[in-house]
Each structure stands twice: as structure tokens, then as C-alpha cells.
């Protein structure tokens, strides 16, 4: 949300879209709502100058925890301190299937950090959602900062059982020089119809939508 500049967004964008889980990085948690729209707020980090949220439809799906990991420092992390616990999750069950689920939000490291550190930040995140309940279908979606070699990500989430969706545009518009693909969708045990690009608003990064159900 670049800071929390698009707080203001959210209510059109969630009920335009018809939105059953928003994950959102770069808030203000203490200034989130506990409703808005049709959502309500399943869990929140405290201590992240750039915080994480994640809001569900209350009538879908059921909050049965969540919990905050922190994962591998960058230099970055170290020396300014903005964001040391990288990832949200939360422990679902869709309430129209009876079936539970993993989803999470998650940053990963700055540009200045190496893409090896990022892997490791995502597999360590991965592994942190899986410690809420092992063998769950499990999604994960945020800014991963991982605009190039990603054909190397690929094959590393391969390793793990993951895979990767991207969209088919840019997510990140800050400058006008200078856009890539920074917003990604990791999952296991689900189907994933399409990832869209929304239309760009207050933040330097453009929201994603993404359409997934059970892959079994």
C-alpha cells in the first residue's frame, strides 16, 4: 500500500471485486479497521514499521489462527529495521466446503538484497505457514521483489512442491523508467484460473486479483 497511502481504496476495491481474502503489505496496522466492507480483520503484525494484514469474508470462511514469522534478515532489515517479520499467515476454513486451508501475506527483502537471500525468505516463509497445519492446500501472495531470473525461482518453489503465478503486466509503477513484475502468487494443492492486474491507485505497486479453488 506504499505506506498506507492506498488505505483509502480498499472498500471500493474489495466490493468491487467481490473479494473473500485481501492480503495487504505496507500498512499502518494500527490504523486498520476491524470491518470494512464485508470484510473482517483475521490478523495483523504489531511490531513492522511496514505491516501485514489479512481480512476474509466472515460468512466464508472461519479464522482458526494466524501467526507472524519472521524469517532471514537482509542488510537492509539490519540497518533500518522496516520490516523484520516478513510474512502473515492464517489458518482458514472455507465454511461452503468444510475444508481447511493455509493463506498468507508476505514481503520479501528490498532490491538490495540478493535473490538467493529472497528464495530463502520465501522457502522460509513457506515452511512457517506449514508449521499452522502440515499438508493443507496453502497460498501465499505478496511482494516478493524478485523482478528478474524468476525462471530460477520457478524452478526452486518446483523443489518444494510450489508453484509460481505471475501476471500478465507489470505490477510496479513507482518510475516512470523503470516498471517490472514484483507481485507473485506461490500455492500448493490449488488451482489458479488467472492472475489480473487492477488498475493502479495511490500505491507504487498495482493490486493483484487472483481466482483459485481446490486442486483436487
Known sequence: MLKHSA???LVELT???EVDVL???ECATEELPQHFGHLTLAGATEKNRLGLAIYVR???YEVLGTQVFAVQKSLHDRILAPANERLLAAHLRDLETGRDLLAGSFHAAPLTASNSLRRKQITAAHEGMRSLAHDLPALMVGDFNYPWFIRGLERHL???GYSLMRSNE???LRYKFFSGYFDFVTS???AIDRVDVLPPGASDHRAIS???HFGD
Request: aromatic share 8%.
Open 58 to 60: 466472515e460468512a466464508r
Open 158 to 160: 518446483t523443489t518444494s
Open 23 to 25: 492480503a495487504l503489505q
Open 188 to 190: 500448493t494443492g490449488f
Open 15 to 17: 466490493t468491487r471485486h
Open 170 to 172: 507489470p505490477t510496479y
Open 7 to 9: 488505505a483509502g481504496e
Open 210 to 212: 487472483l481466482l483459485a
